[in-house]
Every structure is written in structure tokens, then in C-alpha cells.
């Protein structure tokens, strides 16, 4: 209990964001559950938990300063999957650190169980989605339903259905995985077990989510698409999931227990290490060491946020002086404008050369990047998708390098909605003072600029307007010219 407070401050913006997706997440949400069953299985342990004594164990601090620097890494690239990854395993090393392998053998188990609350699971919505059209199509071809599947779309002669990512099943996968996990910790001595159970938990909520998604589309197509259950199946599904997951599985694990004399509270797990000599003095060095240790994250951003503020205010941005032959930039003109949220920089006009050629040139970006406000980052857009489509996307090698752009950058291609028209992109970052076209590398060297008090990041763009050829009876993109118009541009530029 006196680990809490350390625990909750060392971990401080790891148990903000899974609290943040917790609750504003609908496929997460079962997060509290699972933080409750933790909490729960540890008190159910508390007779082994008060039975450890001090027993450093200096692989484990290894791997906690191992996993600590990975953390202070992944909190400046703002990776919030392995933050929240990080964060089971930082508290299990932090205790094998100071109590040996008893601690992780009595709580190892129960704190892994975040990992079903972690953002890893929605990933495999693809795959699942796939797979529940596969099974569907084999029911309605056995239901006899005439169907065109379609990648996820699902054709009938009455209307057409989406196996949306929502339709994966993802959500009931992870209640069943952490339920069973959750259940065989609490009865099972046998790891081999425990697996067992979650495993056939994991099938048969697949196997829930296809006759729901059967369910739907067969009251659709027996109603002539007029039943509710197409537009509201949120209760049918958990009932399917009750019916088809829940029930089994408690008559499956009930046979899966252990005899009478393997079963019981598992609070009375003896101490692995009990007929190990124990230190007559427990040494301090080792919760001092590990809780220094697990300090750190918090500290390191503290320790700079005087810098990182400084270089951050201090920094204006502008638009490129181009050579004596372009006017500009115009402002409030735009060709194209990046999707972003909220950024500090947002500069942008169009350049017009003597002989009327046009380039728009675009800065945004941030002087200090936070989470949900970075450069890379979901919702971060290139272009927005509701305006534009995506035509091609590439990297483009240039003629000649310059002190504006990058040797190579990104060319994008998108294609105008409303009327039609193609307009060509280049782009590349600003990390601090480096240039780059590589997204990997922003992720990368950012987090070091962070580590060194400098948060700043900018998206560089030039934008202009593609020819419309017919080619094959189609409208194709020409953009070799505009091409031209950017090197020509780039080469006279300077910052």
C-alpha cells in the first residue's frame, strides 16, 4: 500500500493516458475493469506480498533501468503504445529489483493483466474483419442467402452490409481474453492451464462475433432491411456474446479447475526464495536504487521544461526569400492547406514568378510538441480527406540540394473532391534545426531534441497545380511541369 503514491508518481502521465483512453474509448472502456481485477488479485495475494523481505536482485535493476530509458525515450516521441506497454513491466522489474523473484512469482501475473487494456488490440481489427467475413460467407451460403462479398462489404439483393472495424469482434476478444486470464489466476496453480482457458475464451468470442454479424444480416434480409437491429445491435451483440462466450466458458473452466488439493486462495503461495538465507539486515540500497530509478520519467521532462520553454518561445519561423524573380508570398491565398490540430506555426503564401509560374509555400508546425499535438500523429493529415483523395504518394530524389529543403522529399499527389483538379505536394520536416523527409526519423531524433530541452517540429510543403491529360480515355495528372517549378523555386531560395 505505502508503494501507491511512488508507483502512481513514477508512472504519473502513463496512468493519465490509460485513464484518457479508458474513458474516452469504446472499445477500451473495460480498462477500469481490468484495473480492478489487478487491484483485486493483489489483495487476494496479500499473505505472499507481506511474506517477502528485501532480496535485491540486480538483473532485475537492470532491467528496470532498461525499461525506465525506454520510457523517457517513448515519452518524447510521444509513443503512446510503448508507454503504456512499458508500464506493467517498469512495475514488475521495480519489484523483482528489491524483493527477488518471489515478487514477480506473487504479482507478476495479476500486473500483466493491463496488457488487455493496452491500445495493441485494435491492430488486429483488419485481421478479424477479414476473418469474420470468411465465416459469414460460409453461413449464409448454408442458410442459403444469395451474397457478393466484396473485401468487407457483404451484397444482398436487399441492401449492402459493412463489416466495419466495430464488426471485428475486437472488443469482445479482449473482455473474453481478460476474463479467463483474470479467472485463472484467481483458481489455477497451472500457467499451462491458464493458457488453455484463454485460448478457448479467444475462439469463442470469435465465434460469438460471427453469429452476430450473421444475426444482423439475416434479420436485415428476412425484414426487407427494416428491423432496428441494423442500425441498433449494441445489446444483441453482448447478449450473443453472453449466450454464446460467458456461459461455455464458466462450464469449460469449472473443468479446467484443479483437484481439491491444487486449488485454493493463492494469497497462501509460499515464497519461492524462503529457503534461500535471508539477510539478517535488510539493505536500503535497493528500494533507494529502484525507486530513483522509477522517478526518472517524471523528472527528466522537469529537469528540462525551463530550456524547453525557452528554445520554444524563442523561435519565429518564416517563409523562404526566393530570388529576384518571384513576387510573394501572397497571403490569405492557398492552393492546398495541411489538416492539422491546433499548430503554433501556421505560415503560408503563394510565390508567382515574372513569367507567371506558382508555388505555394506552406510552414506549420509546433514550438513545443505535446501529446495530441505533434507532428506525427493520427490526427495529423497531410490533406483533409473530406476536400481531397489521395492520387500517389513517393519519394522524390532531387536535382540539386539547398538550404530550404531536403535532397529528398515527399511527393504527394491528391485530387480535388468538388471539382476534379490535381495538385502536387512536396514535403519534408523540421526537427529543431535538422531537416528530413523520414517520418521514422522524426519520431527518433525528436525524442532526443526533447532529452535535450528542444521540443520544436514543423511540416515544410511546397503546393501546386497539375495539368488534367486524357490518357486511355481517363483524366490523368501531368505534373512534370510543376515539378520543374518547384526545383526552379527551390534552387534560388534561402531561409
Given at each position: 500500500m505505502a508503494s501507491i503514491p511512488l508507483l502512481t508518481l513514477g508512472l504519473w502521465a502513463e496512468w493519465q493516458s490509460f485513464v484518457h483512453l479508458?474513458?474516452?474509448?469504446?472499445?477500451?472502456?473495460?480498462?477500469?475493469?481490468?484495473?480492478?481485477?489487478?487491484?483485486?488479485?493483489?489483495?487476494?495475494?496479500?499473505?505472499?506480498?507481506?511474506?517477502?523481505?528485501?532480496?535485491?536482485?540486480?538483473?532485475?535493476?537492470?532491467?528496470l533501468a532498461g525499461a525506465t530509458a525506454t520510457l523517457i525515450l517513448s515519452q518524447a516521441a510521444d509513443i503512446r503504445v510503448f508507454r503504456l506497454i512499458l508500464a506493467p513491466l517498469i512495475i514488475i522489474f521495480w519489484?523483482?529489483?528489491?524483493?527477488?523473484?518471489?515478487?514477480?512469482?506473487?504479482a507478476g501475473g495479476p500486473i500483466l493483466l493491463l496488457v488487455f487494456a493496452v491500445p495493441i488490440w485494435d491492430d488486429f481489427s483488419p485481421l478479424l474483419q477479414h476473418i469474420t467475413v470468411f465465416f459469414n460467407t460460409i453461413l449464409l451460403q448454408a442458410f442459403d442467402i444469395p451474397a457478393t462479398i466484396h473485401e468487407f462489404f457483404i451484397i444482398l439483393d436487399v441492401g449492402t452490409f459493412l463489416v466495419e472495424n466495430g464488426c471485428s469482434g475486437v472488443r469482445y476478444l479482449m473482455v473474453a481474453l481478460f476474463l479467463a486470464a483474470f479467472y485463472g489466476q484467481l483458481y489455477y496453480r497451472s500457467n499451462a492451464r491458464i493458457a488453455l482457458l484463454v485460448v478457448i475464451a479467444g475462439l469463442l468470442s470469435m465465434v460469438a462475433n460471427w453469429i452476430r454479424v450473421f444475426g444482423i444480416i439475416a434479420a436485415g434480409h428476412y425484414t426487407n432491411m427494416?428491423?432496428?437491429?441494423?442500425?441498433?445491435?449494441?445489446?444483441?451483440?453482448?447478449?450473443?456474446?453472453?449466450?454464446?462466450?460467458?456461459?461455455?466458458?464458466?462450464?469449460?473452466?469449472?473443468?479446467?479447475?484443479?483437484?481439491?488439493?491444487?486449488?485454493?486462495?493463492?494469497?497462501?503461495?509460499?515464497?519461492?526464495?524462503?529457503?534461500?538465507a535471508r539477510p539478517t539486515s535488510p539493505s536500503i540500497k535497493w528500494p533507494l536504487l529502484a525507486s530513483l530509478i522509477l522517478l526518472l520519467p517524471p523528472l527528466v521532462p522537469a529537469a528540462l521544461d525551463a530550456k524547453t520553454a525557452r528554445v520554444a518561445s524563442s523561435w519565429e519561423p518564416s517563409l523562404p526569400v526566393p530570388e529576384a524573380d518571384?513576387?510573394?508570398?501572397?497571403?490569405?491565398?492557398?492552393?492546398?492547406?495541411?489538416?492539422?490540430?491546433?499548430?503554433?506555426?501556421?505560415?503560408?503564401?503563394?510565390?508567382?514568378?515574372?513569367?507567371?509560374?506558382?508555388?505555394?509555400?506552406?510552414?506549420t508546425g509546433y514550438r513545443r510538441q505535446v501529446q495530441n499535438r505533434e507532428l506525427i500523429g493520427y490526427r495529423n493529415q497531410l490533406f483533409d480527406r473530406k476536400e481531397w483523395k489521395l492520387v500517389s504518394k513517393t519519394s522524390h530524389a532531387r536535382d540539386s540540394s539547398d538550404s530550404v529543403s531536403?535532397?529528398?522529399?515527399?511527393?504527394?499527389?491528391?485530387?480535388?473532391?468538388?471539382?476534379?483538379?490535381?495538385?502536387?505536394?512536396?514535403?519534408?520536416?523540421?526537427?529543431?534545426?535538422?531537416?528530413?523527409?523520414?517520418?521514422?526519423?522524426?519520431?527518433?531524433?525528436?525524442?532526443?531534441?526533447k532529452l535535450q530541452g528542444d521540443a520544436r517540429g514543423a511540416l515544410w510543403a511546397l503546393a501546386g497545380r497539375c495539368e488534367r491529360v486524357s490518357s486511355e480515355?481517363?483524366?490523368?495528372?501531368?505534373?512534370?511541369?510543376?515539378?520543374?517549378?518547384?526545383?526552379?523555386?527551390?534552387?534560388?531560395?534561402?531561409?
Amino acid at each position: 500500500m505505502a508503494s501507491i503514491p511512488l508507483l502512481t508518481l513514477g508512472l504519473w502521465a502513463e496512468w493519465q493516458s490509460f485513464v484518457h483512453l479508458w474513458y474516452n474509448s469504446i472499445i477500451y472502456n473495460h480498462g477500469f475493469l481490468v484495473l480492478g481485477g489487478v487491484f483485486f488479485l493483489l489483495y487476494q495475494r496479500r499473505k505472499s506480498l507481506s511474506a517477502l523481505t528485501i532480496n535485491g536482485s540486480p538483473l532485475g535493476l537492470f532491467l528496470l533501468a532498461g525499461a525506465t530509458a525506454t520510457l523517457i525515450l517513448s515519452q518524447a516521441a510521444d509513443i503512446r503504445v510503448f508507454r503504456l506497454i512499458l508500464a506493467p513491466l517498469i512495475i514488475i522489474f521495480w519489484g523483482w529489483s528489491i524483493w527477488g523473484k518471489g515478487f514477480v512469482t506473487s504479482a507478476g501475473g495479476p500486473i500483466l493483466l493491463l496488457v488487455f487494456a493496452v491500445p495493441i488490440w485494435d491492430d488486429f481489427s483488419p485481421l478479424l474483419q477479414h476473418i469474420t467475413v470468411f465465416f459469414n460467407t460460409i453461413l449464409l451460403q448454408a442458410f442459403d442467402i444469395p451474397a457478393t462479398i466484396h473485401e468487407f462489404f457483404i451484397i444482398l439483393d436487399v441492401g449492402t452490409f459493412l463489416v466495419e472495424n466495430g464488426c471485428s469482434g475486437v472488443r469482445y476478444l479482449m473482455v473474453a481474453l481478460f476474463l479467463a486470464a483474470f479467472y485463472g489466476q484467481l483458481y489455477y496453480r497451472s500457467n499451462a492451464r491458464i493458457a488453455l482457458l484463454v485460448v478457448i475464451a479467444g475462439l469463442l468470442s470469435m465465434v460469438a462475433n460471427w453469429i452476430r454479424v450473421f444475426g444482423i444480416i439475416a434479420a436485415g434480409h428476412y425484414t426487407n432491411m427494416e428491423t432496428s437491429l441494423i442500425e441498433d445491435h449494441e445489446l444483441f451483440g453482448w447478449i450473443i456474446f453472453i449466450v454464446v462466450t460467458l456461459v461455455p466458458l464458466f462450464f469449460i473452466s469449472t473443468r479446467l479447475e484443479q483437484t481439491s488439493s491444487d486449488t485454493g486462495d493463492k494469497s497462501g503461495i509460499s515464497n519461492p526464495e524462503t529457503g534461500q538465507a535471508r539477510p539478517t539486515s535488510p539493505s536500503i540500497k535497493w528500494p533507494l536504487l529502484a525507486s530513483l530509478i522509477l522517478l526518472l520519467p517524471p523528472l527528466v521532462p522537469a529537469a528540462l521544461d525551463a530550456k524547453t520553454a525557452r528554445v520554444a518561445s524563442s523561435w519565429e519561423p518564416s517563409l523562404p526569400v526566393p530570388e529576384a524573380d518571384w513576387t510573394g508570398p501572397l497571403k490569405h491565398a492557398d492552393i492546398w492547406h495541411p489538416d492539422y490540430v491546433k499548430p503554433d506555426i501556421d505560415l503560408g503564401g503563394i510565390y508567382v514568378s515574372d513569367d507567371l509560374k506558382q508555388v505555394q509555400v506552406q510552414v506549420t508546425g509546433y514550438r513545443r510538441q505535446v501529446q495530441n499535438r505533434e507532428l506525427i500523429g493520427y490526427r495529423n493529415q497531410l490533406f483533409d480527406r473530406k476536400e481531397w483523395k489521395l492520387v500517389s504518394k513517393t519519394s522524390h530524389a532531387r536535382d540539386s540540394s539547398d538550404s530550404v529543403s531536403t535532397k529528398t522529399v515527399n511527393e504527394t499527389v491528391i485530387q480535388n473532391n468538388a471539382n476534379g483538379s490535381y495538385v502536387i505536394l512536396w514535403s519534408w520536416y523540421q526537427i529543431g534545426e535538422q531537416l528530413t523527409n523520414s517520418s521514422v526519423e522524426v519520431k527518433i531524433q525528436g525524442a532526443l531534441n526533447k532529452l535535450q530541452g528542444d521540443a520544436r517540429g514543423a511540416l515544410w510543403a511546397l503546393a501546386g497545380r497539375c495539368e488534367r491529360v486524357s490518357s486511355e480515355g481517363e483524366k490523368r495528372p501531368d505534373c512534370s511541369g510543376q515539378r520543374a517549378t518547384f526545383e526552379r523555386f527551390l534552387n534560388g531560395a534561402h531561409r
